[in-house]
């Protein structure tokens, strides 16, 4: 197998033949992967919304699912010890032989799941900036209450907005509806004027995007992440490693400290029943519509608990690839576990049904500053204290992501599915090209996720239809693996059983994936299946015009393969099988469940 991975010298890494640097050992990954608990934050508020007193089982069954799949992750990762880029790269592997197709999808699927973590992370991190720097007063806030004071004479009574509250508004009085619009314009008065300013804002087919104030502020986040990221893998695990001591410690907090002092209030667990309708306080039941919306929280958050698997990104990076890569992902597992269960279930059991219902709980900007209140009790330096350290636990994983996301398209040019430009490295064995990439095609998503809640979910939503279909192909490519590369030294061996159990869990993601994208958008579903397909031109582009229809020799020689190994199929016709199958599931479940009506 070729090893030119670059060289370690007295002078510390250096990429000698444009490639990634040993520079690392599992901690190093432990602490680059350390910023997937920070995911959290991205959907506990929408999974709160659509899941209602269910959510924090939700957290706790899709986090066992991610740990439990790992298992099949860490083993193909150690058949490769030359390659990065993560799972999605090993897997690929593994269906090469039985399509030219299918093997890059494993690739371009994981690069679009985890890529927009940059764009998404900095909407929200910038909105926590605005929230600290310009505030949107509270309804009672006492200048609020002078507002109202001062203009209680503005709505006459035969407003047609009166009426129009009303008819919003069933069983309430006309005195009830000049008290709500009074605060409701009170709020908009005093709302300082760079909430609302864009510099530009459209409609793009399903979302919105706005060029406004947090587009701007979350530019700037990227910009910094880009710049720790050129200094490469051994500074991006050093300045990583003081960052998440910096976050994971206030998340523990968060976690533990409500439950010591007795603010758990365990009625907000109970009834164990579905919502009757997203977003709404009224309790349903375990029927089509209730069953949906619990699958549509399964699918959103399996984009989260899931994400620990970056840990494996970076095997040619390490120094003893053979142990780091399994070390490496089980202890990034234990700590997501430990935290996907914790800060949930706190959340839920402090905040309950109708503080999870917030609006600015359900779009995320308010999160932050939700779970800082359950620590700090009111006090206003605890507060923006923790306020501010979550806006870290972002910037580690805007590293996490960047880092993992940039060595995808970086290994995927090496072995011949990307355009060649994406493999450049530079002198610290970062690469750049495919940095920039990532940097250039977020900032465009950026607008978009900064416009408002709906445009936001899309998004989120549309990435994991990608990361659904490149655990569906990893998960089965462990079993690919093990009857095609029998042979091949295995540093760690899952149990079989795990590796089944895994592979079961395939087409459990799939039921997410068809049942639950239409809780978030209806046209999520179609557009994550579009964008997967995306991958065929630019695919084809690099195969048979740039490398006329030859794989580069270094990644056969990787597999231990010739041109000629490719039509030894040992697995026969089950691997064909398996993926008309997991499409049928899709179809089948995006059929079959229905919202509530």
Same mark, same amino acid.
């Given at each position: 197998?070729?090893?030119?991975?670059?060289?370690?010298?007295?002078?510390?890494?250096?990429?000698?033949?444009?490639?990634? +640097?040993?520079?690392?050992?599992?901690?190093?990954?432990?602490?680059?992967?350390?910023?997937?608990?920070?995911?959290?934050?991205?959907?506990?508020?929408?999974?709160?919304?659509?899941?209602?007193?269910?959510?924090?089982? $939700?957290?706790?069954?899709?986090?066992?699912?991610?740990?439990?799949?790992?298992?099949?992750?860490? @083993?193909?990762?150690?058949?490769?010890?030359?390659?990065?880029?993560?799972?999605?790269?090993?897997?690929?592997?593994?269906?090469?032989?039985?399509?030219?197709?299918?093997?890059?999808?494993?690739?371009?699927?994981?690069?679009?799941?985890?890529?927009?973590?940059?764009?998404?992370?900095?909407?929200?991190?910038?909105?926590?900036?605005?929230?600290?720097?310009?505030?949107?007063?509270?309804?009672?806030? #006492?200048?609020?209450?002078?507002? *109202?004071?001062?203009?209680?004479?503005?709505? =006459?009574?035969?407003?047609?907005?009166?009426?129009?509250?009303?008819?919003?508004?069933?069983?309430?009085?006309?005195?009830?509806?000049?008290t709500a619009l009074l605060s409701s314009d009170a709020v908009a008065a005093l709302t300082p004027a760079i909430r609302n300013w864009s510099a530009f804002h459209g409609t793009l087919g399903p979302v919105s995007f706005s060029f406004n104030a947090?587009?701007?502020?979350?530019?700037?986040?990227?910009?910094?992440?880009?710049?720790?990221?050129?200094?490469?893998?051994? %500074?991006?695990?050093?300045?990583?490693?003081?960052?998440?001591?910096?976050?994971?410690? #206030?998340?523990?907090?968060?976690?533990?400290?409500? *439950?010591?002092?007795?603010?758990?209030?365990?009625?907000?667990?109970?009834?164990?029943? =579905?919502?009757?309708?997203?977003?709404?306080?009224?309790?349903?039941?375990?029927?089509?519509?209730?069953?949906? &919306?619990?699958?549509?929280?399964? /699918?959103?958050?399996?984009?989260?608990?899931?994400?620990? @698997?970056?840990? $494996?990104?970076?095997?040619?990076?390490?120094?003893?690839?053979?142990?780091?890569?399994?070390?490496?992902?089980?202890?990034?597992?234990?700590?997501?576990?430990?935290? /996907?269960?914790?800060?949930? /279930?706190? /959340?839920?059991?402090?905040?309950?049904?109708?503080?999870?219902? @917030?609006?600015?709980?359900?779009?995320?900007?308010?999160?932050?500053?939700?779970?800082?209140?359950? $620590?700090?009790?009111?006090?206003?330096?605890?507060?923006? &204290?923790?306020?501010?350290?979550?806006?870290?636990?972002?910037?580690?994983?805007?590293?996490?992501?960047?880092?993992?996301?940039?060595?995808?398209?970086?290994? !995927?040019?090496?072995? !011949?599915?990307?355009?060649?430009?994406?493999?450049?490295?530079?002198?610290? %064995?970062?690469?750049?090209?495919?940095?920039?990439?990532?940097? +250039?095609?977020?900032?465009?998503?950026?607008?978009?996720?900064?416009?408002?809640?709906?445009?936001?979910?899309?998004?989120?939503?549309?990435?994991?239809? %990608?990361?659904?279909?490149?655990?569906?192909?990893?998960?089965?490519?462990?079993?690919?693996?093990?009857?095609?590369?029998?042979?091949?030294?295995?540093?760690?061996?899952?149990?079989?059983?795990?590796?089944?159990?895994?592979?079961?869990?395939?087409?459990?993601?799939?039921?997410?994936? !068809?049942?639950?994208?239409?809780?978030?958008?209806?046209?999520?579903?179609?557009?994550?299946?579009?964008?997967?397909?995306?991958? *065929?031109?630019?695919?084809?582009?690099?195969?048979?015009?740039?490398?006329? %229809? +030859?794989? =580069?020799?270094?990644?056969?020689?990787?597999?231990?393969?010739? @041109?000629?190994?490719?039509?030894?199929?040992?697995?026969?016709?089950?691997?064909?099988?398996?993926?008309?199958?997991?499409? &049928?599931?899709?179809?089948?479940?995006?059929?079959?469940?229905?919202?509530?009506?």
């Amino acid at each position: 197998m070729a090893t030119e991975t670059g060289t370690l010298t007295a002078d510390g890494p250096s990429a000698t033949s444009g490639q990634l +640097v040993r520079a690392i050992d599992w901690r190093g990954a432990f602490w680059v992967a350390s910023g997937v608990p920070a995911l959290v934050l991205f959907s506990i508020g929408g999974i709160a919304g659509v899941a209602g007193k269910v959510a924090f089982l $939700v957290w706790f069954a899709s986090m066992i699912m991610g740990f439990i799949q790992s298992f099949t992750y860490a @083993e193909i990762a150690g058949l490769f010890p030359n390659k990065s880029g993560g799972a999605s790269v090993y897997g690929a592997a593994a269906w090469v032989r039985y399509s030219k197709l299918i093997a890059p999808l494993s690739v371009w699927c994981n690069w679009f799941a985890w890529s927009p973590v940059l764009s998404l992370g900095c909407s929200i991190a910038a909105a926590y900036i605005l929230n600290a720097l310009a505030p949107i007063p509270p309804a009672d806030a #006492p200048q609020v209450a002078a507002w *109202i004071s001062a203009h209680a004479g503005s709505i =006459p009574a035969d407003s047609p907005r009166i009426a129009e509250w009303l008819a919003a508004n069933h069983g309430k009085t006309a005195a009830d509806a000049v008290t709500a619009l009074l605060s409701s314009d009170a709020v908009a008065a005093l709302t300082p004027a760079i909430r609302n300013w864009s510099a530009f804002h459209g409609t793009l087919g399903p979302v919105s995007f706005s060029f406004n104030a947090a587009f701007f502020i979350g530019a700037i986040l990227m910009l910094i992440t880009f710049a720790i990221q050129h200094r490469g893998i051994l %500074g991006t695990a050093s300045v990583q490693k003081y960052i998440g001591l910096a976050v994971i410690i #206030p998340m523990l907090i968060v976690g533990v400290v409500p *439950i010591i002092t007795g603010q758990i209030d365990w009625s907000n667990f109970t009834p164990l029943e =579905p919502l009757k309708a997203a977003y709404a306080p009224d309790m349903g039941s375990w029927d089509i519509g209730g069953w949906t &919306l619990i699958l549509g929280a399964m /699918f959103i958050a399996a984009w989260s608990t899931y994400g620990f @698997e970056t840990a $494996v990104c970076y095997t040619s990076e390490f120094r003893n690839p053979g142990t780091d890569t399994f070390k490496a992902i089980f202890y990034s597992g234990l700590l997501c576990l430990v935290l /996907f269960t914790l800060v949930p /279930f706190t /959340f839920q059991g402090v905040l309950g049904l109708s503080g999870m219902l @917030e609006p600015s709980i359900v779009d995320g900007s308010g999160v932050a500053a939700a779970m800082a209140n359950m $620590v700090g009790h009111g006090s206003a330096f605890v507060t923006n &204290l923790l306020v501010m350290l979550m806006i870290l636990a972002l910037m580690l994983c805007l590293m996490t992501a960047m880092a993992g996301s940039s060595r995808t398209l970086y290994q !995927g040019s090496r072995d !011949g599915w990307l355009p060649r430009y994406l493999s450049h490295v530079n002198e610290h %064995g970062a690469p750049t090209r495919a940095m920039w990439t990532d940097l +250039v095609i977020n900032l465009a998503v950026l607008a978009i996720a900064c416009a408002d809640a709906t445009s936001f979910f899309f998004i989120l939503a549309v990435s994991n239809c %990608g990361y659904i279909i490149f655990n569906f192909l990893n998960l089965n490519s462990g079993w690919l693996h093990r009857i095609d590369n029998a042979d091949v030294p295995r540093p760690w061996r899952a149990p079989t059983w795990v590796l089944a159990i895994g592979a079961v869990f395939a087409f459990v993601n799939a039921v997410f994936m !068809g049942a639950g994208a239409k809780v978030w958008n209806p046209s999520a579903l179609w557009a994550g299946l579009f964008t997967a397909a995306l991958i *065929i031109p630019v695919f084809c582009f690099r195969h048979y015009v740039q490398d006329k %229809g +030859v794989f =580069p020799a270094h990644m056969l020689e990787d597999l231990g393969l010739h @041109e000629a190994d490719f039509k030894k199929k040992k697995a026969g016709a089950l691997p064909y099988i398996v993926l008309v199958a997991g499409f &049928l599931v899709v179809l089948a479940s995006n059929w079959f469940f229905q919202l509530p009506a």
